[in-house]
């Protein structure tokens, strides 16, 4: 079979020698990659840097005029601010951002922003700020329902885009405990009605 009678010679092919065969079997081996310090210093970095660019969100694309809003502004009109910037580390890392309310809009900021975004879709063209546009007027459509308002809004850039709107009641459940301390409440407050008469 080997040699230059062998089957591997008719066909063509020259056998190689030991040393040669054992360096292309090394080529295809997979080495141990190091997951020491260095290479959790270099995700930081890079992380970082992704992070940036998140909080930039956007800011990139903008014009040189003053009067044009980027989606932290347009959020801010909205009455919500950046709440905290998540992280994870693992085989599947995660980067995201979360707002969160801080203040009610009155009718007069629902026009305002509906204004302020007709005029963001004449200036800020493009897929990333049509995408910033529906994120802000679903909040709006959400502040227009009675009974409910959006009380978090949880943005993830990696490792799949995706936005949560969490809506709340605005005049959520009472609970049990908070129930029974009202109801000692008023049982006090009849009391001393029945004490002054």
Not at 64 to 88: C, H, P, R, S
Not at 156 to 161: D, I, K, Q, Y
Request: charged share 25%; hydrophobic share 40%; proline share 5%.
């Amino acid at each position: 079979m080997t040699g230059q009678e062998g089957i591997l010679a008719t066909l063509g092919l020259i056998p190689l020698q030991a040393e040669d065969r054992d360096e292309q079997r090394a080529l295809f081996i997979p080495s141990p990659r190091s997951y020491g310090m260095s290479s959790m210093a270099s995700w930081a970095a890079s992380a970082a840097g992704s992070l940036r660019s998140v909080l930039n969100f956007g800011r990139g694309l903008l014009s040189a005029e003053e009067d044009v809003a980027d989606f932290n502004t347009l959020m801010d009109l909205a009455g919500y601010k950046i709440k905290d910037l998540q992280t994870t580390i693992g085989l599947i890392p995660s980067v995201g951002m979360a707002y969160a309310v801080v203040r009610e809009m009155s009718e007069a900021d629902q026009d305002y922003l509906d204004r302020k975004l007709a005029q963001d879709a004449r200036t800020r063209v493009g897929p990333l700020a049509a995408m910033q546009r529906s994120i802000v007027r679903s909040i709006l459509d959400v502040s227009e329902t009675a009974g409910y308002e959006i009380g978090e809004v949880d943005i993830e850039f990696v490792p799949l885009p995706s936005v949560k709107l969490v809506m709340e009641p605005k005049d959520p459940p009472v609970s049990q405990e908070t129930s029974s301390i009202l109801r000692s409440i008023e049982r006090l407050n009849e009391r001393v009605l029945e004490l002054s008469r």
